[in-house]
């Protein structure tokens, strides 16, 4: 965690704040608020409180009160203080979720439902792509097959959809990679040093969070907040706080179909936030690798990239295969400056000296030749699945909180009163993996949340639900015999 901290006013903090139930001591009461708020991400772990003063006389609460509370929250992990620095936000010790919760099961625990992993399936479009792949081959055999910058068609390709979708792009500007956390983890290599501050989204996409922090990097969440209306999209003024405040090295968002909300940024968001981190000198890297997964949303309506916004230079985009076509290719790309480019191109000879190229080969193909037809299958069982999931999810669970994103891979789904973690523990034992949400959160945020893959197909929505009403009962029935008392607020 950065040493840097957000410091939340006291109005601000009173205008999060739900209301009590009158049935607590009133320290407890806003204990309770406050660590609800920190357990949901709703108050980013690392934000510094307001003065108990100041905070007692915004709330109409005695001083007393307001020590007592930050007391009762230091003691139940949800708050640090040190003598001249304040107090700021925290989670308890072991609320971080196990490392390993994302990697897929293996194919021969066939009983086992996988709801860990939002990947699709291969398109049939694979075999015909495959096979003209194969009689394209004979003409890179000759040489040595090493590609750092990628193979020229599979560039020229991902150049033309992305002057298609309104951003100007040469060949010279994409580095093909082996899947997009290689892209990032050469971005991450190139442009961080140990002890860098990274503004991430809160949530946002768990295996890039793993991979910044493995980087060393001390990460500052922002969180997304919803706009009244049901959509989800960036607090602007607050990602001006951190920028100004924290000054972090990159910004790391997901501008399109965010994983795991599904969130949409539009235009008018994407430019306040580069004027904001240009600013600040900060380098934005844009996770694109959602953007063609609009399926509720019209081509002619989607928002241009980011990229197409910026007028510095200033943003990397980072895009992939995976999502639309399929994860078993390991074709990720790059999108940057031409300089930047050669030399990550010459960083990944100390690792991986270029990309498959059967595979480089089959995507190209698949890019130049299938995608309209492609996506417009994967947009179809994504929408039929989500429909399934919020027609099928209030009958198992009436008070969790969820809402259909336009686009995306998964559903984003609060589970108030049921810890995620414990959930997916239970799921296990039931024959379901689950996904907690504290594993899309800094330091365990989200821990009341889960995401649900729409890559499911709509058929199986019922049998998922059911299994997941199997591992709630047991996580409640476990946490009844073991004595296991929610944490303050919870």
């Known amino acids: 965690m950065s040493e840097w901290h957000s410091t939340l006013t006291p109005h601000a903090l009173a205008r999060q704040l739900p209301a009590g139930d009158g049935r607590r001591p009133a320290y407890r009461a806003l204990a309770a608020q406050v660590s609800r708020l920190v357990a949901d991400g709703r108050l980013p772990v690392g934000t510094r409180l307001p003065a108990e003063r100041e905070l007692a006389a915004e709330l109409n609460l005695s001083r007393t ?20 620095a304040g107090s700021w ?43 003209h792949a194969l009689a394209q081959l004979p003409a890179y055999t000759a040489g040595h097959g090493n590609y750092p910058t990628g193979l020229p068609v599979l560039r020229e390709a991902v150049a033309r959809r992305y002057t298609e979708r309104g951003l100007p792009t040469g060949p010279e500007q994409v580095l093909v990679t082996t899947g997009a956390m290689s892209a990032l983890h050469l971005a991450h290599q190139a442009l961080l040093s140990r002890g860098d501050r990274v503004a991430v989204e809160a949530p946002s996409y768990a295996n890039t969070l793993r991979a910044l922090e493995r980087a060393g990097a001390r990460l500052v969440p922002v969180p997304l907040v919803e706009d009244g209306t049901g959509r989800t999209g960036w607090d602007l003024a607050q990602w001006q706080r951190v920028l100004r405040g924290a000054a972090p ?37 844009a996770d694109e690798t959602c953007a063609e997964l609009g399926w509720d949303v019209a081509e002619h309506d989607l928002p241009r990239p980011l990229a197409a916004l910026d007028r510095d230079a200033q943003v990397i985009t980072v895009g992939s295969a995976g999502k639309i076509l399929w994860p078993g290719l390991r074709i990720g790309w790059l999108r940057a400056q031409p300089s930047l480019v050669r030399k990550l191109a010459a960083d990944r000879a100390l690792y991986d000296l270029g990309t498959p190229v059967l595979e480089q080969l089959i995507a190209a193909r698949l890019l130049t030749e299938h995608l309209p037809v492609v996506r417009a299958e994967r947009h179809a069982g994504l929408r039929a699945t989500a429909e399934a999931f919020a027609r099928e ?55 009341e949340h889960l995401r649900l893959p729409l890559t499911l197909p709509a058929a199986r929505v019922p049998d998922a639900l059911r299994r997941i009403a199997g591992a709630a009962d047991l996580a409640r029935t476990e946490r009844l015999a073991g004595g296991d008392q929610a944490p303050a607020g919870l």
Do not use: K
């Open 65 to 84: 009160t307001v020590a007592a509370a930050y007391e009762a929250l230091r003691a139940d992990g949800y708050l640090r203080s040190r003598r001249g």
């Open 393 to 447: 999810l209030p009958r198992h669970f009436p008070d969790w909180r969820f809402a259909l994103p336009p686009g995306g891979l998964a559903l984003w789904a609060a589970t108030p009163g049921l810890p995620a973690t414990a959930l997916a523990r239970a799921g296990e034992r039931v024959g379901v993996r689950i996904a907690s949400g504290a594993r899309f959160g800094v330091d365990g945020a989200f821990e």
């Open 89 to 131: 936000t925290a989670l308890p010790e072991g609320t971080r979720p196990p490392a390993d919760a994302l990697h897929p099961v293996s194919p021969d625990r066939d009983t086992v439902l996988d709801l860990g992993l939002a990947a699709p399936t291969a398109p049939e479009q694979l075999g015909e792509a495959a096979a």
């Open 249 to 285: 090295r990159l910004a790391s968002v997901i501008p399109d179909f965010q994983n795991p909300t599904g969130a949409l940024v539009d235009e008018e968001q994407r430019r306040a936030l580069l004027a904001h981190a240009r600013a600040a000198g900060t380098t934005v890297i």
